[in-house]
T-cell receptor, first 112, second 111 residues
Framework: KAGVTQTPRYLIKTRGQQVTLSCSPI?????VSWYQQTPGQGLQFLFE???????NKGNFPGRFSGRQFSNSRSEMNVSTLELGDSALYLC???????????FGQGTRLTVV | QQQVKQSPQSLIVQKGGISIINCAYE??????FPWYQQFPGKGPALLIA?????SEKKEGRFTISFNKSAKQFSLHIMDSQPGDSATYFC??????????FGKGTRLHILP
């Protein structure tokens, strides 16, 4: 069974640009959550989608947004990138909400 | 109140020794306490999890001890091996709500 797939693995963007990251969950999983991981702040929750609806949102500015498609694939978008957005962005999928979460390898975003 | 405080930040243990990582929480409504293991370049992977109606759970060399009254839980790695060198995260959640992670412990096992 294929794991959680995140694309791209690495990304370099310039301040002010926008970026879209993609996450394909494990087949059959309906819940997708996004996290930002930085050395100083650890893993911080961005948002969770279940059945194409955002169910939970963390304390991030509106520049961070996401969506989920009918096949459970999810995308997150960051607009007007700032240097502080440089981080590893992780996606986790689970069969149902609050069941075991499986993480992808992440997308390493560098903003210059 | 939504925080999970994890200590130590880093830990060095001799091969064969016991590694102990501690976490504390404030919110007594938390009802699920997982531990995740992360190797460099990989996403976190669920290691072991416990619910508050159980005081201890063991899976192989990994044991979670849970003290509900003290609002603390800990991970013990027995007979620590170099392959256990990784970053460990404790976490907590309530029902369907988001998982809150500790800041992580970087564990290094000396060969």
């Amino acid at each position: 069974k294929a794991g959680v797939t995140q694309t791209p693995r690495y990304l370099i963007k310039t301040r002010g640009q926008q970026v879209t990251l993609s996450c394909s969950p494990i087949s059959g999983h309906r819940s997708v959550s996004w996290y930002q991981q930085t050395p100083g702040q650890g893993l911080q929750f961005l948002f969770e989608y279940f059945s194409e609806t955002q169910r939970n949102k963390g304390n991030f500015p509106g520049r961070f947004s996401g969506r989920q498609f009918s096949n459970s694939r999810s995308e997150m978008n960051v607009s007007t990138l700032e240097l502080g957005d440089s981080a590893l962005y992780l996606c986790a999928s689970s069969f149902y909400r609050n069941t075991e979460a499986f993480f992808g390898q992440g997308t390493r975003l560098t903003v210059v | 109140q939504q925080q999970v405080k994890q200590s130590p930040q880093s830990l060095i243990v001799q091969k064969g020794g016991i590694s102990i990582i501690n976490c504390a929480y404030e919110n007594t409504a938390f009802d699920y306490f997982p531990w995740y293991q992360q190797f460099p370049g990989k996403g976190p992977a669920l290691l072991i999890a416990i619910r508050p109606d159980v005081s201890e759970k063991k899976e192989g060399r990994f044991t979670i001890s849970f003290n509900k009254s003290a609002k603390q839980f800990s991970l013990h790695i027995m007979d620590s091996q170099p392959g256990d060198s990784a970053t460990y995260f404790c976490a907590a959640s309530i029902g369907d709500d988001k998982i809150i992670f500790g800041k992580g412990t970087r564990l290094h096992i000396l060969p």
